[in-house]
């Protein structure tokens, strides 16, 4: 990572006063000590510009617990912006134009397509920490937001601003809270389970509706494959056992005695041109080693 020096020449610094952290978790003695950190902040000037640029701040050498509810927070307490949304280096992509909302309206309507309930997993960790000195990129609500957010720090470079004490513990609370969402309870790990089939179930289901859908319509010579007694079958399966039929009526040999009485003679031939080829190159051996004086 580039000095500190080097960056503030291109970023804003904004000091920042981090709590200390006590081996049970909350603040005090006996783990981390509180420590100051520095946060680089600059207009996000990516590659490829988009239309969200001009309202978002690349933030740099963000702590490992950091969430998007710690810059909400951290931002308005320095006197800037309302913040839209955060993206993290390791996060979901920028968001995108919005679209006209009665438009999309009127396309949802017009699909069918199948609801599957999304099955919320099973979480271990109570959040995600990132990796030592990421990034992120703040959205906030307009130009003029992200605009005054950069005065705001730059008015409060000597002062240290409060990181926000938000979200879960840290230290050891962190891991005993682990420990216990490793091991979830019989309902809820019950309720998973049946949330996960009931979707497995209705995605079968639709399988089955759109096949038969795909029975219904011609195949590529024109034909449509004719079911009954509540029966149907695929037009792949009928395809398939003609194929197989075909080639066993084709693999069907030795059934008449003419058949075999033909077999029997045309190894006899092979054997016998075999035979006289072998003698041939017998003779031809003994020639070979004949002696001749001179």
Known sequence: MPSATKLAKDYHLLPLRLPAISKG???GGGG????THTLFIRKHTPRIPSVHDARALYVSNLPADATEQHLRTLFTAVGGGLVESVVFDDGPIPPATPAAPAAAATDS???KRLVVEVVEELRTWDRPLHRSGSNAVVYFVDDASSTATLRA??????TPAEWPAVGPAL???RYAQHHRLRFPQSAKLQESVDAFMAAFAEAEEEAKRAAARRRQEPDEDGF???VGRGRAV??????EALRKQEEKKAEVKGFYRFQVRE???AKQLELLAKFEEDRKRVEERKKDRKFRPE
């Open 171 to 173: 230290g050891l609370a």
């Open 224 to 226: 449509v494959t004719v």
């Open 109 to 111: 309507k017009k699909r």
């Open 153 to 158: 720090i730059t008015k409060s470079r000597k």
């Open 234 to 239: 695929p037009q792949e399966a009928a395809k």
């Open 263 to 265: 077999e029997k003679k």
């Open 25 to 27: 978790g909350g603040g």
């Open 32 to 35: 981390a000590p509180e420590a």
